[in-house]
């Protein structure tokens, strides 16, 4: 049974840094792409950043490219979202997800192996 448990966030001031980190259980993470995902209060999930299986292609939002950097380790069975000169806009609770991304010009999207989402971890960036 999938299992995904979502660590590292906190608060922090405008221009600092964060780790999150994504275990998996439940499946052989080296098989699926896996994606983080962030929900802001009143508004909708949104996909931050993606990774394939093999950790060679990633895809970013437009709004975290150059600050935030994807990365797996999948012997740890575990996803990284390195978080650079975070806003404020980047307040949300943060997830991760499995399954297969798919890409059309510069848009992505994750195929979910499942509906299920782990409890995230919550970012809030204020001064």
């Known amino acids: 049974q999938l299992q995904l448990v979502e660590s590292g966030g906190g608060l922090v001031h405008p221009g600092g840094s964060l780790r999150l980190s994504c275990v998996a259980s439940g499946l052989t993470l080296e098989q699926h792409d896996i994606a983080w995902f962030r929900q802001a209060p009143g508004k909708e999930r949104e996909g931050v950043a993606s990774?394939?299986?093999?950790?060679?292609?990633?895809n970013y939002a437009d709004s975290v490219k150059g600050r935030f950097t994807i990365s797996r380790d999948n012997a740890k069975n575990t996803v990284y979202l390195q978080m650079n000169s975070l806003k404020p806009e980047d307040t949300a609770i943060y997830y991760c997800n499995v399954g297969q991304v798919y890409t059309s010009g510069s848009s992505w999207w994750l195929l979910r192996e499942s509906d299920y989402w782990g409890q995230g971890t919550q970012v809030t960036v204020s001064s």
């Open positions: 990774v394939s299986s093999g950790g060679g292609s990633t």
